[in-house]
Structures are given as structure tokens and as C-alpha cells.
């Protein structure tokens, strides 16, 4: 299980943070409109459509997100030296985010 860290966004840039709060607020009507599309029995394909487009916008965030970490979490903590685990959380959350 990977380590919590308190205030491992507090690097990030406030615009960084708004485009990822406004991709999660895309995500979240596309979830709404995959249920109405549920609830009007609406053709299985198109469903699935949509719900492979909210994936993929998903794991956009994600891999932002890990880019994000790469870039600034993992770096301070190798000038800081401390890595140990770092790599087998990198890989664990690569793994979760290759999954469907």
C-alpha cells in the first residue's frame, strides 16, 4: 500500500490544478450522461462509447497526475535521498492505470 503524503499537490501550479478540476467536472457529466443514456435505454454501442470517452479522459488525469509526481514528488525526495519505495509505487500505479 503506497505511503500518504500531506500536501503532494502544494507544488503544482494553481492553472495545472484548474485544468485537472475541469477535466474531473467533464468526467463527472459524462458520468451523469452515461447514466441518462441507461436510463433511456439507449443502444448498448453508444453507451459503450461513451463510457470508453470518460475512461479515457481518466486516465489522462492520471497520467498527468504521475507526470506531475515524476517531475516534482520523486524529485525532491531523491535530493532529499529518500527513495526507498518510490520505484515500487511508480510501478504499482502504472499497472492500475494500464488497467481497464
Request: net charge neutral.
Amino acid at each position: 500500500m503506497m505511503e500518504k503524503h500531506e500536501h503532494a499537490l502544494e507544488c503544482m501550479s494553481e492553472s495545472k490544478k484548474d485544468a485537472i478540476q475541469k477535466r474531473l467536472r467533464r468526467v463527472e457529466g459524462q458520468a451523469r450522461g452515461i447514466q441518462k443514456m441507461v436510463e433511456e435505454d439507449r443502444y448498448c454501442i453508444d453507451i459503450i462509447t461513451q463510457i470508453s470517452a470518460a475512461n479515457a479522459a481518466l486516465k489522462k488525469v492520471s497520467l498527468e497526475l504521475l507526470e506531475h509526481h515524476t517531475e516534482h514528488c520523486m524529485a525532491k525526495a531523491v535530493k532529499e535521498g529518500n527513495v526507498e519505495g518510490m520505484s515500487a509505487d511508480i510501478m504499482k500505479v502504472v499497472n492500475q492505470i494500464n488497467r481497464i
